[in-house]
């Protein structure tokens, strides 16, 4: 069981764990003297923390910089103990100890009360989904282990909590340095009847009410190490909920592809025929379907998670740089990862009072903040408050996760970023007194932006320039244009990753856009598109139309390609093709062939 | 779940997230139990198959047997083995049992320089060639981008407070002030260019748990570890100049179980062993720092 010690600097989280492992007889031989000696070496009074602030820097300042796992084991179970820094600087690391404990102890200094942090740290309990709360409170020998200043603190904190929906499961009085209430009572405190602190680690109930969930995999990554001579095709990835069954019919959200599950594969176990929450498992299907890496793989009898862009969730931001409008954030949620965009901040709320407020126009480190979140593409997620391992998430920005947050709610996004900032594009498009009909008279033939698609690269360059050729024999005014031209030249200042891949997908929709504004039959050739690029190019392109060109297997989700060419087809054939549905949409005139 | 299988499933999940998300992968087997452990939990990840190659820093003063054994399990297991070190010093006499330098000044050239050296791909590299049944030098100077590391939280201080992805700067440096955070099986995965990062799969596992999931998964572990008759074992394996072993009678695993449960070993450190450790007050964090495992 992970148990993380959490609260403000300097009330003595570090003492508190030192002296449990101490007391338990948990440090190894060799340590608490190698301790020790370094203490009288630098002429310094031993303190149990320095067990745990172990790198030096932490001994030079006295406080503890990063998260320190402890081991240590009753009768009962065994525990990683996770020490959380109380300075406000190391908040990160501290967030990053909380998240993976499943009860946390919160220590309040007995003479200075409970602070800023105390506050701060009970708020993130609550966010990170932290339901099992105990709160020692430290440092009594300081108030004459006065009963009546421990029920104060007690009082004020339990308030404190109620507002955030958390119910402590104890309060503690102890004195770590005197050994008071941590592993054994003492007459000190003869007045406290509930539990000491050792006695409060084995009162922690493990629960997993997660097999009883609805089934969530969250698709890791897809296996097939045919090198190897190993034909399976794997989905791999760890049940974040639920359990699965040989035969089960599933469903992989967003794209909506459904199979079943043919068998459970695993390295050195017996043949399984079921998995359940928690394991890191791996399925191959029954009927083979095209789906990408972080797509949620979930059970059709089960209720479903929502598909959408736009949500309503609060968030939690460790950024050096203030969250902002302006900017294109990563987004990872379970295992896919999507650009993403702050539409809105309803609310920054100060998790060390809980005031809010509701102007602000940025999200600053260490604000708390309830915003509207946007998605470039759809996204599967469940709420938080029905699943919360699938309804969390956090935001990347310049390399670094920047943020943390939960979903509370999905928002109907029918009026995306996209649509509203091509509607204003279009909206103050100066054109000249030629109009598209005038200029289609003109040259005698239509405007299209003519798109292939599929794996086969250089079949498509084949038949893309045969068609270029065609066209431009036949006196119409057509563009080929390569990618690799466009990533060299006009995307020549952004990387070209998965990252930066949107805005090479905005850029040749602009491009498109003037192309065929210009009359012209524009035509290239993209790979890896998916159903959302080719609808942001057809948005991009628009008041045009565009004409999608498949060949090889139709890898599309929903979309259907104006034509599927099969792999590997030849030119000619492929070319007349092509024409034929030019004529059909009426870009080319009969008469003009 | 049990304990050991919630080990195993987070470890499967890092690994699986490192293959994901760095197409420069390598991982360090230095043929003691850990990174073994780690090799079996590759297996376990990608279903029997390891898709990234191994990388072994052989500081020549390795004991013998590691060498046989890790060539054993090159071919055994079609692993994809490099092997780098530190050949300058080697020819030069320049290490600690030519009386050279110190033992922390010995392992900084012979593991952390050509550990350095080796990834970035400007010492050459050896690789195991599995038609020839040797070692050829490896045409691929790519540097790695991603190294996984079989180290452990208890091992040692500064060990307990690294990340599972873990990165460092150009100059493999560590800064422990300002790690990223990681939540919710989310970790750093993003880098700017210039970085890279060390996977550490086995963080929360304790010498315990590794011997418990060896005899669980009946992993062919180095004799090594094992009393053959002599009344001695090795406890944790290094270089023969600065490694011994240790009294025990433990001839099996369960052995070694016993021993650290409720025997002789359950409150004595892991690396007492190891002489490095303990040259100055933080030895270890110092070597660390500068990019040893």
Redesign the interface.
């Known amino acids: 069981m992970n148990v993380v010690v959490v609260g403000h600097v300097d009330h003595g989280k570090s003492t508190i764990i030192g002296r449990l492992l101490a007391d338990t007889?948990s440090?190894?031989?060799?340590?608490l003297e190698q301790v020790k000696a370094?203490c009288t070496?630098?002429a310094k009074p031993f303190e149990y923390a320095f067990l745990?602030d172990?790198?030096?820097?932490e001994q030079a300042q006295g406080i503890t910089?990063?998260?320190?796992?402890?081991?240590f084991k009753t009768e009962k179970r065994?525990y990683?103990i996770i020490d959380a820094p109380g300075h406000i600087e190391f908040l990160?690391?501290m967030?990053?100890g909380a998240?993976?404990a499943d009860a946390a102890f919160i220590v309040i200094d007995a003479k200075e009360g409970i602070q800023e942090n105390s506050r701060r740290h009970g708020y993130i309990m609550s966010m990170?989904g932290i339901n099992q709360v105990a709160v020692i409170v430290n440092k009594m020998d300081l108030v004459g282990y006065n009963e009546q200043k421990f029920n104060e603190i007690a009082r004020e904190y339990s308030e404190f909590l109620g507002r955030l929906n958390l119910r402590p499961v104890s309060f503690i009085p102890i004195s770590a340095i005197n050994g008071v209430n941590i592993g054994a009572r003492s007459t000190d405190i003869a007045w406290h009847k509930g539990p000491t602190v050792l006695e409060q680690f084995d009162a922690f109930e493990l629960k997993d009410s997660r097999t009883s969930l609805p089934f969530r995999l969250p698709v890791?990554?897809i296996?097939k190490?045919t090198e190897?001579g190993?034909d399976?095709r794997?989905f791999?990835?760890?049940i974040s909920s639920g359990t699965a069954k040989v035969g089960d019919e599933i469903v992989f959200l967003p794209s909506g592809k459904t199979s079943s599950i043919k068998s459970i594969?695993?390295?050195?176990t017996t043949e399984k025929k079921k998995a359940?929450t928690?394991?890191?498992t791996?399925f191959t299907l029954t009927k083979q379907v095209y789906v990408k890496?972080g797509e949620l793989m979930v059970k059709a009898s089960d209720p479903m998670p929502l598909v959408g862009a736009r949500f309503r969730a609060n968030i939690f931001w460790?950024g050096k740089a203030p969250l902002i409008r302006e900017k294109r954030y990563?987004i990872?949620l379970n295992a896919t990862r999507s650009s993403l965009k702050l539409v809105n901040i309803i609310n920054v709320i100060d998790a060390s009072d809980l005031s809010s407020e509701k102007n602000k126009q940025q999200v600053d480190r260490h604000d708390v903040a309830e915003c509207i979140l946007e998605t470039l593409r759809p996204v599967a997620f469940d709420l938080v408050k029905d699943i919360k391992?699938t309804g969390?998430?956090?935001i990347?920005d310049n390399?670094?996760?920047a943020g943390?947050g939960i979903i509370l709610e999905k928002v109907a996004d029918q009026d995306s970023t996209l649509h509203d900032y091509v509607r204003d594009r279009e909206f103050s498009w100066e054109s000249g007194t030629i109009s598209p009909a005038e200029r289609a008279a003109i040259y005698g033939h239509g405007a299209k932006f003519v798109v292939f698609t599929g794996d086969e690269t250089t079949t498509k360059d084949i038949i893309a320039t045969e068609l270029e050729k065609q066209l431009i024999h036949s006196s119409f005014k057509t563009y080929y244009l390569r990618m690799s031209n466009v990533i060299r030249g006009l995307d020549s200042d952004i990387k070209y990753g998965p990252e930066e891949r949107e805005e090479h997908i905005r850029r040749l929709g602009e491009l498109a856009r003037i192309l065929t504004d210009s009359g012209q039959i524009f035509i290239t050739s993209v790979t890896n598109v998916d159903d959302y690029d080719i609808k942001t190019l057809q948005l991009l392109n628009s008041p045009h139309e565009i004409l999608v060109v498949n060949i090889g297997e139709n890898k599309f989700n929903s979309l259907v390609p104006d034509l599927n060419l099969e792999a590997g087809a030849k030119a000619g054939a492929a070319v007349e093709a092509v024409f034929s549905l030019l004529r059909q949409k009426k870009v080319l005139l009969d008469f003009q062939i | 779940m049990t304990h050991l299988e919630k080990l195993e499933a987070l470890s499967v999940h890092i690994l699986r997230e490192a293959y994901r998300e760095f197409k420069s992968l390598v991982m360090l087997w230095s043929i003691g139990k850990d990174s073994t452990v780690l090799l079996w939990l590759t297996r376990k990840a990608f279903l029997g198959h390891v898709p990234f190659p191994l990388l072994h820093i052989d500081t020549g003063y390795k004991i013998p047997e590691m060498i046989e054994y890790r060539d054993k399990f090159a071919k055994a297991w079609h692993l994809n083995m490099l092997v780098g070190e530190n050949s300058s010093a080697l020819g030069s006499h320049q290490t600690f049992p030519d009386g050279k330098l110190n033992r922390i000044e010995c392992c900084k050239a012979l593991k952390s320089e050509a550990l350095k050296h080796t990834l970035s791909g400007e010492w050459p590299r050896k690789r195991f060639d599995h038609n020839l049944g040797d070692y050829i030098i490896d045409q691929n100077v790519e540097a790695f981008t991603g190294v996984i590391v079989g180290v452990r939280a208890d091992e040692e201080g500064s060990r307990s407070k690294e990340r599972y992805f873990s990165p460092r700067d150009k100059q493999n440096d560590w800064d422990i002030g300002d790690q990223p955070p990681e939540l919710w099986h989310q970790f750093k995965t993003d880098f700017a260019p210039g970085t890279h990062i060390r996977v550490h799969p086995l963080l929360d596992w304790t010498e315990l748990d590794i011997w418990e999931y060896i005899a669980k998964e009946n992993i062919p572990i180095i004799p090594l570890y094992f009393n053959r008759g002599d009344g001695k074992r090795y406890r944790s394996l290094g270089c023969y100049p600065c490694t011994k072993p240790v009294d025990s009678t433990a001839t099996d695993i369960r052995g070694i179980v016993e021993e650290l449960k409720t025997g002789k070993f359950v409150n004595i450190a892991e690396r007492a062993g190891r002489d490095q450790d303990k040259e100055d007050g933080g030895g270890l964090e110092t070597l660390r720092r500068e990019g040893y495992m």
């Open positions: 007889h440090i190894p031989d060799g340590k370094t070496r630098n745990l172990a790198l030096k820097d910089i990063d998260t320190a796992r402890s081991f065994r990683i990160k690391n967030i990053t998240s993976r990170l890791q990554d296996y190490f190897a190993d399976r794997i791999a990835g760890t594969e695993s390295f050195n359940s928690g394991e890191a791996g890496q460790m990563t990872k391992f969390r998430f956090v990347i390399y670094e996760i943390a």
